[in-house]
C-alpha cells in the first residue's frame, strides 16, 4: 500500500509541475494574437468594478485548503505572478503567489495575483489566455461582486484535469491554476477571488 501511495504522489507532483508549465507559457509571450482566443456563446463576464481602490491579501488557507510546503510549487505560483505584472501600467501595490494542497488528494490550487494599474482588463485576459493554447471552452464566468473581467478553461496533464480561470479589473489581475478539478463552478471562483481581493481600507 505504501508503494501505491507513493507512486500516486509521484504522479500527482509530476502533473502539478507539468501544469506550473503550462501556466507560465501565459508570461513568456507567446506571440500569437489575441484573436486566436476561442469565443463562445455565452453571458458576459464583465459587470462594473467597486469605486474604491483594490488590492490582493494571501490568505491562510483558500477554500478551506491551507498552503502547500511545495517549494518548487511555491515558485513557479511566484514565477506567474510575476509574469502577471507585464498587464500592471507601473509597479505592484500588492501581490499573491501561493500553493494550496492536501497532502494526499486533489484539488490543488496555484494562485498568483497582483494589484496595481490594470490599463486594459479584456486585453489583458485576451492575451493571457491566447496564450494558454492547450485550453479548451475558455469562456466568461462570473466575476462576482468585485466586477471586472473573468473567464475559465479546463485541459488536462497526464490524465489530470486542469481548469484555469482569470480576472482582470482596473486594480487587479489575477488567476488560479487547479489540478485535480475538470471545472470550477462561478460560485467556487467567486468565493476564491473574495479570499484573495479586498478594498484599501
Known amino acids: 500500500m505504501a508503494g501505491t501511495g507513493q507512486a500516486g504522489s509521484g504522479r500527482r507532483a509530476a502533473a ?15 506571440a500569437r ?25 494571501q490568505p491562510e488557507t483558500l477554500t478551506g ?72 471552452g475558455v469562456k466568461p464566468t462570473r466575476p462576482g461582486p468585485m466586477g471586472g473581467e473573468a473567464r475559465c478553461g479546463s485541459g488536462e496533464t497526464e490524465g489530470v484535469p486542469v481548469t484555469v480561470c482569470m480576472w482582470a479589473d482596473n486594480d487587479t489581475i489575477g488567476m488560479v491554476a487547479v489540478l485535480g478539478m475538470p471545472g470550477v463552478s462561478p460560485s467556487l471562483f467567486v468565493r476564491v477571488r473574495s479570499q484573495v481581493q479586498r478594498a484599501v481600507a
Do not use: H, W
Open 16 to 30: 502539478a509541475g507539468m501544469l506550473a508549465f503550462a501556466v507560465l507559457m501565459m508570461a513568456g509571450g507567446c
Open 33 to 57: 494574437a489575441a484573436e486566436t482566443v476561442e469565443r463562445e456563446s455565452a453571458p458576459r463576464s464583465t459587470s462594473p468594478s467597486p469605486s474604491a481602490a483594490m488590492r490582493v491579501v
Open 65 to 136: 485548503i491551507p498552503e502547500s510546503a511545495s517549494r518548487r510549487l511555491r515558485e513557479q505560483a511566484q514565477q506567474n505572478t510575476d509574469n502577471l505584472k507585464q498587464f500592471l501600467d507601473g509597479e505592484a501595490t500588492s501581490e499573491v503567489g501561493s500553493v494550496y494542497a492536501l497532502r494526499d488528494s486533489s484539488p490543488t490550487y496555484l494562485l498568483s495575483a497582483v494589484s496595481g494599474k490594470v490599463t486594459d482588463p479584456k486585453s489583458s485576459l485576451d492575451k493571457s489566455f491566447a496564450d494558454l493554447p492547450k485550453l479548451a
